[in-house]
Each structure stands twice: as structure tokens, then as C-alpha cells.
């Protein structure tokens, strides 16, 4: 036992010792020098392992015009170059993928060939200076020794000398290709060059071939595995690694089942299509490929094979759609796109982008001013018109074939004028007028006055409805002008919000927190005119339990290495809703603690009330309540398309002006029946603590600051009501502490006994504004239950909303 021990600790003591030089010159792919015995139980076995053996059992069954073989002896010998003994396993897969497609001599001799290899490569010496061409050379040399022996126990022909020489030369090229592709996959942690990914392709062909004629029914494997491949490398790498891609697809199908050249042209050309339509994102991706199928189809191939082409380009196309987004982006990622030329890109797209935003500006301004153009002419000439118009058919259908027309329409048309002016002008002022009322003059000489007091009451009645609808076109082709005004100044300052973040894309972040076990549905970063990033979060609810604030949001601050906060301190997700939208701003001076109760009218369950929060650009946040018009279900869709369209607009840059008058628009122009619904929508930055008050038909709001409690005032009607409507906004600097309270009008109308309903809740908020917010909004609603009689007795929908500006928690990096 002590020699034994002792003999062991000698042995690498001498190793060490005498083999410095012969591990400077170590083979730099040769790789593991663990006994293989002990790796396969378990220190060689692994998935990637595995991977690789099976990839040879596909490369050995390709067989190249139907009876060359040079794939499987290439991989072998590439795969124990680079991978060392674990490479050993692809031996026996690659054998039995030969023995699944060949017979005979072919196979024996191509088993027999492998081994040799296998020898030949395991005598080369470990310091070899070019084992680039030493070990293609080798497996060159052993596919030509073992087949030509075995050749001369059968009578050959210069054919199959000729074949085998091929066959050798197959090889070692194969070889070649093999190696610095084994060799990239070996480090897949660092990107691919260019070289790599055409290797890589070039491999990934062979193991297509190497499926065969596999089918499912009428659907070729090898057809929807190589179109799958092709939509890939297009959508990652545009349209030039689309169309090498499928020039390689295509030449390795050509060269294993003798398929007509005109699939090379027909694989490069889809993926060139496909790779040209990757700005319209996947769907243009699957669509190019499909068109470039089907064009080409009409002269390529028989109208018999159409619907087999349909049916495998379809399925590769769906299989490309559904394809994980994290694959997809760590592939991008290894595809190795320059970070410099990356940006490159985004600068020219973003001068591209900034000067066709603003030609689509002039256009909407352009549009906006005929709009006004119109308005001022029309409404200038209307009032003249119509009445010279009304008096012109009058003469016409009375009067035309009249003995005494050119008396009263000639000779005397002032008088005739003035008359029936003077007639209308009766009408105008007591509803009707006969033929009685008409002047003197005019009823001695009138020979048909029943006949003209019925044409002109007809015509004044058809000339009122027709002013009446001229000014409502009118009126409404002004809200359309104001509001393709809006979107000019929207689109015109939109180029300036294209900034080039030089930190992660919301792919690289989701991915990394996906690493983290953490899952989000979707991801973005937007870059703000200062550089720095908000980051907007789309994920599944989690019920209240705040995982927004305790661990998304220190995860992306530790991972974007800058503090990051949510503008509101509490949870903002409402219950019924399968997913939870937020975003994150960088250095936050404040945030929100919200509070918000309420009830339908009578304790109903359906409530008319309608509110919502939404983080704007700038680290603003906004407070929408709305009131529909009545209660019940309808009210509450008036309030729901208010309190959504609102948010969605502000969302999108419309300023608080143009999106309270739009959603006026809205109101008053999609229904004929009366439909009105009250905005009560507060605008909050905070970064300075400034707010922006506006008020359409919404009652009161409450300012509490100390003891002290401020009133903020509407002055205007509902949306819905008028065409055009005043929207006048109230200003004020909040300071950390202050208390905003909002309320419907159901809750100021539980003190409709009180000479002054509104005195009652500013008297309750003096003694309560130390209170948490959620207490606050609980307990209004409930004083405002118990002072309406009880639940029962509730007048109205009642809703408070609670906002407390509060100082940001500064966040550790």
C-alpha cells in the first residue's frame, strides 16, 4: 500500500517536471485528457454531449450522390480533435447512422475508415504546429488507404478509384468546415465571427441531409427543417445571411439527393426575400418567405407539388412564429452585430425616421388649415346665400309662368325683395305667418299669395334644417382641424424623444431577469432627451403583494447599475385585470402613496364611477376620475371609454388641453342620444412636486396642507354636452406631505340637507389628514354612507380618490 501510494505521488511529480515544454505546445484543440471510463460515468456525459453525438448520427447517414459518405469520418475526426475523448462517442453514433442507410462494402468500407482515422489521430503528436492541415490530411490518407484495399478483393473499375478519390477529398474539405464549427459551439459563450456562422451553416446543412426522406403524410421533414433555418438566419442577419443560408440548404440538398440546381436558386432567393422583409419584424419575415415561394413556384415547380410546397412553407413559417423569443434573442446575440455599428443604425434610422415625422407634420397642418379655411368662407357667405337662395326658388317654383313675372321679378324686384323679407321676418318672430301678413303692395299686385305663404313656409323649414346641419359640419370640421393640429405638434416633436440608449434594450434586460427566474410579459426602455432610460414593465398580476417595489425594481437598478422608482408607493393594479402595467424612473424626488374606495348607488356592485393612473413620460404621473352620465351599467361605460381614451392619450404626448377636447369630441359626435360624462384629472410631476389641475363638470377637489384645506374648482359643463368647451386648468406647487382628495359628486351629495354640501367633508378633512391614505378614502366613503342614511339610501355612485406626495426612498445601487 505505501509503494503504491508513493508511486502515484511520483508520477505526476515527474510529469510536471519533464513536461513543461510539452504543455507549452499543447495542441490548443485538443481538449479533455480524462479516462474516458470515468467520463462516461458521468463527468463527460452531459446534454451538450449528448447533442454532439447525436449529431453525428445524422451526419452519418448523408450520403452524397448516393453513395459518398464523407460526412460521418469528418465529424469524427473533428469532434476528438476539439473535443478530445468525449469525441470518442461520435464513433459508434456516426456507425449507426451509416448502418441505417448503407449495406454491404460501402458500409464496411466507411466503418473501417472511421476506425483508421480514430487511430491515426490518437498517434498524432500532441505538439503539432498546423493541426489545421494535418488532421484533414489524415483523414484524407485514411479514407484512401482502407477503401482502395478493400477495392482489390473485388474486380474495380478507374470509376471507383475515381470515386474514392472524391470521396477522400469530400472529407477532408468536410473537415475543415467541421473544425472551427465544432470549435465556435465549444466557446459559445463569446459571439460568432462571420467565418463561424458560414461553418455553422454549412454543419447545420448536413445534419438537414442527414434526416433523409423522413416524412410526416405528405410533409418532408428535410423541407420544413431547412425553411425553418432560412427564416432564422434572414431574421437575424437580414437578407445576405438569409440567401447564403439558402444557397447552402440548397447546394448540400443538390449534392445529396441529385435535386435540380434550380433549388439553389429558389432557397437563396426566399431568403434574400425574407431577410429584406425583417423591418416589418417576424410576420414580414414569414411573409416574405411565402411570397418568394410562391412566386417562384409558378415556374419551378408542377402545379401537382403546389399544395406539398404550401402546406411544408406554411408549417416552417408557423414553426418561425412560435419560435421563443428568448431562442430567437440569444441567437441574435451570438449572430456578433458590432455594438458600434448597431448604433450606427439606430442614428441613421432616427434622421431617417425625424425627417419623414416631419413631412408627415406639414401634411396634418396643411390638412388642419383647409379645414379652417373652409370654416371662416362658409360661415361668412352662409347667412347671404341661404336667403338668396330661398328667394330665388321661390320666384322659380311659383312664380315662373305668372302673367305678372316680369312686374314683380323685373321691373320691381326691390320691392318683391323687400317683402318677403318682411314676410320671413314675421315667420322668424312668431313661428308662422299667412298670406294675410304680406305687405300691401305686395298683396295687391300677387295674383297666387296662398300659393307663395305655403312655398316659402316649405323652404324656410328646409332652410333652417339645412343651416342647422351646415353648422354642426362646420363646427365639427373645427374640432377636426384643432385636432390635426394636436397630432402635427405631436409628430413634430416626436423625433427629439428618439434617443439612443447606450445601456441594455429591453431584450438583453428581460433576458437577464428571466435568468433570474423572474417573469415579465413584456419590456421596454425608452431613452429620454437627458440620456437616461424609463424602463416600462408589462407583467402578470400578483395580487397586491408589491413585487414591482420589492423585486423588480431593485433587480433592474442592480442590473442597469443606476437607482430606479416607481411613481406611486402603493399597489395601482385593479382587481378583474390579468396582467400589471408599470414603469420606472431614474432619480425620482417623489412618489405618491394612493388611497381609493367606492360604491354604486344603493350599494350596488356596479358602479358609474370610473378611475385609473398612468405613468406619464418625464416621471409624471396622472389621476383620472370620471363620472358617467347616470348610473349603472351605461355610466359606467361613459366613464370607462373616458378615464381609457384619456390615459391613452396622454400616453401618447397629447397635452391635457387637446385630450380633454378630444374626448369631448368623442362624446358628443358617437352618439345622437344625450351622453355626458364628467374628467376630473389631476397631472403631478415628480421631479419638482408641480401639479396641473383640470376640471370638466367634476365637483370639488380638496387640497389638504396641515390644518389647512384648499378648494379646487370647476367651472365648466360635462364632456359630452357642448361642441366646443372651455378647458381652463388650476396650478399649484405641492409640497411633501400634501393631501389631494377627490371625490364624485354621490359623495358631496350626502350632505344635500346642508345649506353648503361641501362644508360638511372640508371639516371632516381637517381631523383626519394624518390618517394613511387607504384609511382616508375608507373612511370619507363611509362617513359620506352614513350621512346619505345608510347604504341603502345612497343618493348616488359614490368615489374618493387619496393622493399623499411623499419623498422618494433613496435605492443602494
Known amino acids: 500500500?505505501?509503494?503504491?501510494?508513493?508511486?502515484?505521488?511520483?508520477?505526476?511529480?515527474?510529469?510536471?517536471?519533464?513536461?513543461?515544454?510539452?504543455?507549452?505546445?499543447?495542441?490548443?484543440?485538443?481538449?479533455?485528457?480524462?479516462?474516458?471510463?470515468?467520463?462516461?460515468?458521468?463527468?463527460?456525459?452531459?446534454?451538450?454531449?449528448?447533442?454532439?453525438?447525436?449529431?453525428?448520427?445524422f451526419l452519418g447517414r448523408a450520403i452524397l450522390f448516393g453513395e459518398l459518405a464523407p460526412f460521418g469520418i469528418a465529424y469524427i475526426a473533428a469532434a476528438m480533435e476539439v473535443f478530445g475523448r468525449a469525441g470518442l462517442g461520435t464513433i459508434p453514433a456516426v456507425i449507426l447512422g451509416l448502418v441505417s442507410v448503407s449495406r454491404g462494402l460501402p458500409l464496411s468500407s466507411s466503418i473501417l475508415a472511421a476506425v483508421g482515422a480514430c487511430l491515426l489521430l490518437r498517434t498524432m503528436p500532441a505538439g503539432v504546429k498546423k493541426p489545421w492541415l494535418v488532421v484533414p490530411g489524415l483523414v484524407a490518407a485514411a479514407t484512401i488507404i482502407v477503401k482502395i484495399s478493400l477495392l482489390a478483393f473485388i474486380y474495380p473499375s478507374p470509376y471507383d478509384y475515381f470515386r474514392v478519390l472524391f470521396e477522400a477529398v469530400f472529407a477532408a474539405l468536410l473537415t475543415l468546415v467541421f473544425?472551427?464549427?465544432?470549435?465556435?459551439?465549444?466557446?459559445?459563450?463569446?459571439?460568432?465571427?462571420?467565418?463561424?456562422?458560414?461553418?455553422?451553416?454549412?454543419?447545420?446543412?448536413?445534419?438537414?441531409?442527414?434526416?433523409?426522406?423522413?416524412?410526416?403524410?405528405?410533409?418532408?421533414?428535410?423541407?420544413?427543417?431547412?425553411?425553418?433555418?432560412?427564416?432564422?438566419?434572414?431574421?437575424?442577419?437580414?437578407?445576405?445571411?438569409?440567401?447564403?443560408?439558402?444557397?447552402?440548404?440548397?447546394?448540400?440538398?443538390?449534392?445529396?439527393?441529385?435535386?435540380?440546381?434550380?433549388?439553389?436558386?429558389?432557397?437563396?432567393?426566399?431568403?434574400?426575400?425574407?431577410?429584406?422583409?425583417?423591418?416589418?419584424?417576424?410576420?414580414?419575415?414569414?411573409?416574405?418567405?411565402?411570397?418568394?415561394?410562391?412566386?417562384?413556384?409558378?415556374?419551378?415547380?408542377?402545379?401537382?407539388?403546389?399544395?406539398?410546397?404550401?402546406?411544408?412553407?406554411?408549417?416552417?413559417?408557423?414553426?418561425?412564429?412560435?419560435?421563443?423569443?428568448?431562442?430567437?434573442?440569444?441567437?441574435?446575440?451570438?449572430?456578433?452585430?458590432?455594438?458600434?455599428?448597431?448604433?450606427?443604425?439606430?442614428?441613421?434610422?432616427?434622421?431617417?425616421?425625424?425627417?419623414?415625422?416631419?413631412k408627415w407634420a406639414r401634411v396634418f397642418r396643411?390638412?388642419?388649415?383647409?379645414?379652417?379655411?373652409?370654416?371662416?368662407?362658409?360661415?361668412?357667405?352662409?347667412?347671404?346665400?341661404?336667403?338668396?337662395?330661398?328667394?330665388?326658388?321661390?320666384?322659380?317654383?311659383?312664380?315662373?309662368?305668372?302673367?305678372?313675372?316680369?312686374?314683380?321679378?323685373?321691373?320691381?324686384?326691390?320691392?318683391?325683395?323687400?317683402?318677403?323679407?318682411?314676410?320671413l321676418a314675421l315667420k322668424e318672430t312668431y313661428g308662422e305667418a299667412g298670406p294675410e301678413d304680406f305687405p300691401d303692395e305686395l298683396r295687391r299686385r300677387c295674383l297666387r299669395l296662398k300659393e307663395l305663404a305655403i312655398a316659402i313656409d316649405c323652404l324656410y323649414e328646409t332652410c333652417l334644417a339645412n343651416r342647422y346641419w351646415s353648422r354642426r359640419l362646420l363646427e365639427n370640421g373645427a374640432v377636426v382641424s384643432e385636432q390635426l393640429r394636436?397630432?402635427?405638434?405631436?409628430?413634430?416633436?416626436?423625433?427629439?424623444?428618439?434617443?439612443?440608449?447606450?445601456?441594455?434594450?429591453?431584450?438583453?434586460?428581460?433576458?437577464?431577469?428571466?435568468?433570474?427566474?423572474?417573469?415579465?410579459?413584456?419590456?421596454?426602455?425608452?431613452?429620454?432627451?437627458?440620456?437616461?432610460?424609463?424602463?416600462?414593465?408589462?407583467?402578470?398580476?400578483?395580487?397586491?403583494?408589491?413585487?414591482?417595489?420589492?423585486?423588480?425594481?431593485?433587480?433592474?437598478?442592480?442590473?442597469?447599475?443606476?437607482?430606479?422608482?416607481?411613481?406611486?408607493?402603493?399597489?395601482?393594479?385593479?382587481?378583474?385585470?390579468?396582467?400589471?402595467?408599470?414603469?420606472?424612473?431614474?432619480?425620482?424626488?417623489?412618489?405618491?402613496?394612493?388611497?381609493?374606495?367606492?360604491?354604486?348607488?344603493?350599494?350596488?356592485?356596479?358602479?358609474?364611477?370610473?378611475?385609473?393612473?398612468?405613468?406619464?413620460?418625464?416621471?409624471?404621473?396622472?389621476l383620472a376620475l370620471s363620472d358617467g352620465m347616470g348610473v349603472g351599467p351605461q355610466a359606467a361605460l361613459e366613464s370607462g371609454v373616458t378615464v381609457s381614451l384619456l390615459g391613452s392619450l396622454l400616453e401618447c404626448g397629447f397635452s391635457q388641453n387637446m385630450a380633454v377636447k378630444t374626448i369631448n369630441s368623442v362624446l358628443v359626435l358617437r352618439s345622437t342620444r344625450e351622453s355626458f360624462a364628467t374628467v376630473d384629472l389631476a397631472v403631478i410631476d415628480l421631479n419638482n412636486g408641480e401639479a396641473d389641475f383640470i376640471k370638466i363638470g367634476a365637483p370639488v377637489s380638496f387640497l389638504i396642507r396641515g390644518k389647512q384645506v384648499m378648494r379646487v374648482i370647476a367651472n365648466s359643463l360635462p364632456a359630452g354636452i357642448l361642441e366646443d368647451i372651455e378647458v381652463a386648468s388650476e396650478k399649484a406647487e405641492l409640497l411633501p406631505g400634501d393631501v389631494l382628495v377627490m371625490v364624485t359628486d354621490g359623495v358631496l351629495d350626502a350632505g344635500r340637507q346642508l345649506e353648503n354640501k361641501e362644508e360638511w367633508l372640508a371639516g371632516v378633512l381637517q381631523g383626519i389628514?394624518?390618517?394613511?391614505?387607504?384609511?382616508?378614502?375608507?373612511?370619507?366613503?363611509?362617513?359620506?354612507?352614513t350621512k346619505a342614511g345608510g347604504i341603502a339610501k345612497i343618493p348616488d355612485d359614490m368615489t374618493v380618490l387619496v393622493a399623499r406626495l411623499v419623498k422618494q426612498k433613496t435605492r443602494a445601487i
Not at 771 to 780: C, G, R, S
Open 486 to 622: 394636436g397630432v402635427a405638434d405631436i409628430l413634430e416633436n416626436l423625433p427629439g424623444e428618439f434617443e439612443i440608449y447606450k445601456g441594455d434594450t429591453g431584450p438583453a434586460l428581460r433576458r437577464r431577469l428571466k435568468e433570474m427566474a423572474v417573469q415579465v410579459e413584456n419590456l421596454t426602455v425608452d431613452c429620454r432627451p437627458d440620456g437616461a432610460a424609463e424602463i416600462s414593465v408589462t407583467k402578470a398580476a400578483c395580487g397586491g403583494r408589491l413585487e414591482c417595489h420589492e423585486k423588480i425594481a431593485p433587480l433592474l437598478t442592480s442590473l442597469v447599475g443606476q437607482p430606479f422608482y416607481l411613481a406611486a408607493t402603493g399597489c395601482t393594479w385593479r382587481e378583474g385585470e390579468g396582467s400589471c402595467s408599470f414603469k420606472l424612473f431614474p432619480a425620482l424626488n417623489y412618489a405618491i402613496a394612493l388611497g381609493m374606495a367606492g360604491i354604486g348607488k344603493s350599494g350596488s356592485f356596479v358602479s358609474g364611477d370610473c378611475y385609473s393612473v398612468f405613468d406619464l413620460r418625464g416621471g409624471r404621473l396622472a
Open 769 to 785: 389628514a394624518g390618517l394613511p391614505v387607504q384609511e382616508m378614502a375608507e373612511l370619507i366613503l363611509k362617513l359620506g354612507q
Open 179 to 358: 473544425l472551427p464549427a465544432l470549435l465556435a459551439l465549444k466557446n459559445v459563450k463569446r459571439p460568432f465571427s462571420r467565418e463561424e456562422i458560414f461553418y455553422l451553416i454549412l454543419l447545420l446543412g448536413g445534419l438537414i441531409a442527414g434526416i433523409g426522406e423522413l416524412r410526416i403524410n405528405i410533409i418532408s421533414l428535410k423541407e420544413v427543417l431547412s425553411g425553418l433555418a432560412i427564416l432564422l438566419a434572414a431574421f437575424i442577419g437580414g437578407s445576405g445571411m438569409g440567401a447564403a443560408t439558402g444557397a447552402v440548404m440548397g447546394v448540400i440538398s443538390g449534392l445529396v439527393y441529385v435535386a435540380a440546381p434550380t433549388l439553389i436558386g429558389t432557397y437563396s432567393f426566399v431568403g434574400l426575400l425574407a431577410g429584406l422583409c425583417r423591418g416589418f419584424g417576424r410576420a414580414g419575415v414569414a411573409v416574405g418567405f411565402l411570397l418568394g415561394h410562391i412566386i417562384l413556384s409558378v415556374y419551378v415547380i408542377d402545379h401537382g407539388n403546389f399544395i406539398v410546397l404550401l402546406v411544408e412553407t406554411g408549417l416552417a413559417a408557423c414553426l418561425f412564429l412560435v419560435a421563443p423569443p428568448l431562442l430567437v434573442e440569444n441567437l441574435q446575440s451570438l449572430a456578433g452585430v458590432p455594438l458600434e455599428n448597431v448604433l450606427k443604425q439606430e442614428v441613421l434610422l432616427k434622421e431617417a425616421l425625424g425627417e419623414r415625422f416631419h
Open 366 to 423: 396643411e390638412i388642419s388649415r383647409s379645414f379652417e379655411q373652409v370654416s371662416c368662407t362658409v360661415q361668412k357667405d352662409d347667412q347671404g346665400q341661404g336667403l338668396q337662395k330661398l328667394l330665388h326658388l321661390t320666384g322659380k317654383k311659383i312664380c315662373s309662368d305668372c302673367v305678372l313675372y316680369q312686374t314683380c321679378w323685373e321691373r320691381e324686384l326691390y320691392k318683391t325683395y323687400q317683402g318677403l323679407l318682411d314676410f
Open 1 to 57: 500500500m505505501y509503494l503504491l501510494f508513493e508511486e502515484v505521488e511520483i508520477y505526476p511529480y515527474r510529469r510536471i517536471l519533464a513536461g513543461k515544454k510539452k504543455k507549452k505546445a499543447a495542441r490548443k484543440l485538443g481538449g479533455n485528457k480524462k479516462p474516458f471510463l470515468k467520463g462516461l460515468t458521468g463527468q463527460i456525459i452531459t446534454p451538450a454531449v449528448m447533442a454532439l453525438w447525436c449529431a453525428g448520427f
